[in-house]
């Protein structure tokens, strides 16, 4: 089940709100973590039991490791949790990469298993183990309530695809919240923000993108291509960060606050800034739980470089199970690199647009690695880009001009400029100011809503590229 869908938005969501907004104090908790359950399995009735077991795991070893605080088997439980957490992940997403690489490197033709990815199961691994280490290092107290745990874990919001939360954001909010009118106003204007993102933007930009990505790389010109790569730049945007607003506009009409995960990354003006902008709570994660136990930036140049490799190359393989994620990944750890080493002090005196440009440029590269999922066609489609197939075609021009209100659109949503009229207008003294910006706040969220639905009714093409993942 997907945001973006009649069954979520006219079934479940009204029928679960009403169910949660009726129930008093503690009955909400299970009231979330039934409905959480219910919408997890109506896609994978199955993995509930995988995603229970890794609850119940992180559950006793919590509590392993609280009773035994201070001594040395309380390591062992940490340990437990994140052995069993790293092999449930690797054998559901992996198995079959690491069968390939056997087969060959010996020659022998072992089957594959080709197991469906349980859907969410990146997001969900990451939280349970935050909390276990958390636990261990003292800065989450233990839970108690299975109940509780539960809720944290199977979060229905954030659960498919983030933003990763960590239980000591929301274990405050996890006993007597009290969502008011005005937090659940707050949650529907950003839900709806969401859903525009998504379906208005995303989905219409992604047919452009699937449109090229079926087409002949060798004979494909410079303009399509780079037209294309476009394309998917902004597809997988407004469909992760549409989500990430859906999810955190949900929390908030449940009475949570999740932590943003996007902050207009294409304005970045080197390739670190930009990281610090997208699925910050992913960055955030590996920066807490892995490149600073490793050592960080704290044992000199060497060691820190190995850092940002290891880091990275674990990020483009939480990523998937393929080979293309892990160059992408490897190639962001390049450029940090080299942004660490002179880059970032020569970006930092050019101005401020030219770093963007490369920015731009280097994402774009990177989302080529990330979208096609064979060398052959990486390295076809990159010759593409450098004009092998020619400059222009006809078929650019006709693509580029039916698609350019769209595209002008999407940049501009991309940017603060909209989010920074919203704010000079409620800011604004003057009562044509604040006139404009009382309508734009009920009417604009309502007009996208509505648009959106019929977006829905109407389309074909709603994919949602995280599911993946």
């Known amino acids: 089940m997907v945001f973006s869908s009649v069954l979520f938005l006219f079934r479940f969501l009204p029928i679960f709100m009403i169910c949660y907004y009726l129930a008093p104090g503690r009955v909400k908790n299970f009231i979330l973590f039934l409905g959480s359950l219910v919408f997890y399995a109506w896609g994978e009735p199955v993995y509930v039991l995988l995603m229970l077991f890794s609850t119940l795991v992180d559950y006793c070893n919590g509590r392993l490791i609280e009773a035994n605080r201070g001594k040395a088997r309380a390591k062992v439980f940490l340990i437990s949790s994140i052995v069993i957490n790293l092999l449930v992940l690797c054998f559901f997403k992996y198995a079959d990469l690491l069968v390939q690489a056997v087969n060959t490197l010996t020659g022998t033709g072992i089957p594959l298993l080709h197991l469906p990815l349980p859907i969410g199961i990146s997001f969900y691994t990451f939280q349970t183990m935050s909390y276990t280490i958390d636990v261990y290092r003292g800065e989450a107290k233990v839970q108690k309530s299975i109940l509780d745990f539960g809720v944290f874990v199977t979060m229905f919001p954030q659960l498919i695809a ?43 930009i992604g047919q452009l993108w699937a449109e090229i990505s079926a087409m002949n790389f060798l004979e494909m010109s410079m303009l399509t291509a780079w037209l294309g790569v476009t394309a998917f730049a902004f597809q997988i945007y407004f469909d992760f960060s549409g989500y990430s607003d859906m999810a955190i506009g949900l929390g908030e009409m449940l009475g949570f606050h999740f932590p943003e995960n996007f902050n207009h990354p294409y304005i970045s003006a080197s390739v670190t800034e930009f990281w610090r902008r ?63 080493l002179f880059l970032g002090k020569l970006l930092s005196w050019l101005p401020r647009g030219i770093g963007i440009l490369y920015t731009l440029f280097a994402v774009w590269l990177g989302w080529v690695l990330f979208s096609l999922d064979s060398p052959e066609n990486i390295l076809r489609f990159a010759g593409a880009m450098a004009g092998c197939g020619g400059v222009w075609d006809q078929k650019a021009l006709f693509l580029g001009s039916e698609h350019m209100v769209l595209l002008c659109v999407a940049a501009l949503a991309a940017t603060p400029l909209p989010e920074g009229l919203a704010k000079r207008l409620e800011k604004s003294t003057t009562g044509m100011g604040m006139a404009l910006y009382r309508l734009g706040e009920k009417v604009i969220p309502t007009a996208l809503l509505l648009l959106s639905i019929a977006g829905i009714v109407e389309a074909s093409y709603n994919p949602f590229l995280y599911f993946r993942f």
């Open 278 to 340: 997208w699925h910050i709570s992913l960055g955030s994660w590996f920066r807490e739980y892995v490149y600073i136990p490793l050592g960080g930036n704290r044992k000199g140049r060497p060691r820190q470089i190995l850092n940002i490799l290891i880091v990275w190359m674990l990020t483009g393989i939480w990523h998937g199970a393929g080979w293309n994620f892990l160059l992408w990944g490897l190639w962001f750890a390049v450029l940090l690199v080299l942004e660490k």
């Open 162 to 204: 983030g933003p990763i939360v960590k239980y000591r954001d929301v274990e405050d909010r996890l006993h007597g919240r009290r969502p008011d009118i005005l937090q659940i106003s707050r949650g529907c204007r950003r839900f709806c923000v969401g859903l525009a993102k998504k379906v208005l933007l995303a989905n219409n």
